[in-house]
Every structure is written in C-alpha cells, then in structure tokens.
C-alpha cells in the first residue's frame, strides 16, 4: 500500500500559513529543480510523477477531470476538437503563461502525464497523451493531443 493518497493531500494543518503556496515556488520546484537538473530536462521522471498523480484523482470522466483540474489552478481545460481516435485539449491560465519565451521548447509535460494517468483510469480504452502547443513555445495557450489506441 503507498503511503499516501489523493485524499491525504487535502489534510492541511496549518494555520498561519494556510493551504496555498506560490506559483514561484512550483515553478521553481519545477522549472529550475527538475527541467534544468535532471537529464533530458527530467521527462521521464515529470511523465512518470504525473501518471501517478492522475492514477490517484478522483474522477470518473473527462468532465469530473476537467473539474479538478480547473480546482487544483492546473488551469482551464477546454476541448478543441475531438473524433472518434482524437481529442485536443487547450489549457488556458496554464503554470507557464507569464515565463519568458524559448522558441521549441515546451515544459508542461507533467500536466499531460497526469490527464493520461487520469484517463487511463476510468476509460475503456488506453490513451497516450503529448503536449503540441506551449506558452513557453509562443503558442496562445497549452495543449495536449490525447490519442486512444
């Protein structure tokens, strides 16, 4: 059993400080902590943390994830286009809007990995989720092709 769950995250005691730390300090963690110290800017370790993190929220479909995803300030989901193998999913106010622009890089990798771990939970069947757009790139938002194979 793993020591920790979704659940137990929203157990917060602390009454000075509350429940919110800045978006500098997850950027930092993030940006400058796994994107510049780990190899290949930390995307196998990024992609395997958010599989993890979206094998463990409480939801049942797209709706409720989109849901959460909006709660937890990931940012604002929005579908784009969507058939019968492919879904496209645009997210507004994502972690990186604001940093500065780096012409083909994209760093929201671990925002994809946890709607694919999400999905892959409660569909019937297997999704692989990239990221093709990022505000880092210059794009206007974050977005995510989700492929069901």
């Known amino acids: 059993m793993d020591p920790f769950n979704f659940k137990d995250m929203s157990r917060i005691d602390r009454p000075k400080l509350g429940n919110e730390v800045p978006l500098e300090l997850f950027r930092t963690i993030r940006l400058i902590g796994m994107y510049q110290g780990l190899p290949m800017n930390g995307k196998a370790t990024t992609v395997t943390i958010g ?3 979206g094998e463990n929220l409480p939801v049942d479909s797209m709706d409720e994830l989109f849901q959460i995803v909006e709660k937890l300030k990931i940012g604002i989901p929005k579908i784009v286009l969507s058939d ?3 879904v496209c ?3 507004e106010d994502c972690f990186c809007k604001g940093l500065p622009q780096a ?3 994209r760093v929201c990798d671990l925002e994809g ?3 694919e771990g999400a999905i892959n939970r409660f569909s019937t069947r297997k999704a692989s989720v990239r990221e093709v757009k990022c505000n880092v790139n210059g794009d206007e938002h974050c977005e995510y092709e989700i492929r069901f194979l």
């Open 113 to 115: 990995a946890i709607l």
């Open 51 to 53: 599989r993890k993190i």
């Open 89 to 91: 999913v645009a997210i």
């Open 84 to 86: 019968e193998r492919t």
């Open 103 to 105: 012409e083909g890089k």
